[in-house]
């Protein structure tokens, strides 16, 4: 089964800020990784697939990057809206979640 | 504008069943294969099952295989999961979500995703 690890599990920053949450997998996923992120009490919602590629309606601030076993997400300036949990998960083979990246207010 | 809305969940002792609906609209049901994720209160995301199209083919995480049945009825719109033999730790709250088409089975994303519906395995 390929692990999906990320990091940090948690994270404070301030509104203006530029923010890199990392997710690392157990072997090579190629490009096949998507990032969500997820409000309390509501439903993950699907940022960015393909590793890099903007999902429909997600503000531009939001970037992914990598590929093989190394993937980032960059938020380019914190917004309020952005303060979540976020979670990359592979889709090379069948498909596992990271254990999420919680990002707070500094 | 696409729409999940699961039901079914509730409170069942543990080695008791339990079965989810999803209903979908704003969207052809019969052209989508069809996931169910859980969350576990507090933790994070763990893929269950997913069905293809045609219910053909489906797919389940090692920790449900043989006590999870994953259906879907295309003339109602509607998918199941069919959950026996509970446990403690299969806790967690059930999300039904429409897979994406750039992917294959099982190797795939979801958006959107309901709201999902709350299982407790508890005595």
């Known amino acids: 089964d390929i692990q999906m690890t990320q990091s940090p599990s948690t994270l404070s920053a301030s509104v203006g800020d530029r923010v890199t949450i990392t997710c690392r997998a157990s072997?090579?996923?190629?490009?096949?990784l998507a990032w969500y992120q997820q409000k309390p009490g509501k439903a993950p919602n699907l940022l960015i697939y393909?590793?890099?590629s903007l999902q429909s309606g997600v503000p531009s601030r939001f970037s992914g990057s990598g590929s093989g076993t190394d993937f980032t997400l960059t938020i380019s300036s914190l917004q309020p809206d952005d303060f979540a949990t976020y979670y990359c998960?592979?889709?090379?083979?069948?498909?596992?979640f990271g254990q999420g990246t919680k990002v707070e207010i500094k | 504008e696409v729409q999940l809305l699961e039901s079914g969940g509730g409170l069942v002792q543990p080695g008791g069943s339990l079965r989810l609906s999803c209903a979908g609209s704003?969207?052809?049901?019969?052209?989508?294969?069809m996931s169910w994720v859980r969350q576990a209160p507090g933790k994070g995301l763990e893929w269950v099952s997913t069905?293809?199209?045609?219910?053909?083919?489906?797919y389940y995480a090692d920790s449900v295989k043989g006590r999870f049945t994953i259906s879907r009825d295309n003339y109602k719109n509607m998918l199941y999961l069919q959950m026996n033999s509970l446990r403690a730790e299969d806790t967690a709250l059930f999300y039904c979500?429409?897979?994406?088409?750039?992917?294959?089975?099982?190797?795939?994303?979801?958006?959107?995703w309901g709201q999902g519906t709350l299982v407790i395995v508890s005595s």
């Open positions: 979500a429409k897979d994406r088409t750039d992917c294959t089975g099982a190797s795939c994303y979801s958006d959107p």
């Open positions: 704003g969207f052809t049901f019969s052209s989508y294969s």
């Open positions: 069905i293809s199209v045609s219910g053909g083919s489906t």
């Open positions: 072997q090579s996923i190629g490009i096949w």
């Open positions: 393909k590793a890099s």
């Open positions: 998960q592979q889709y090379e083979s069948f498909r596992t």
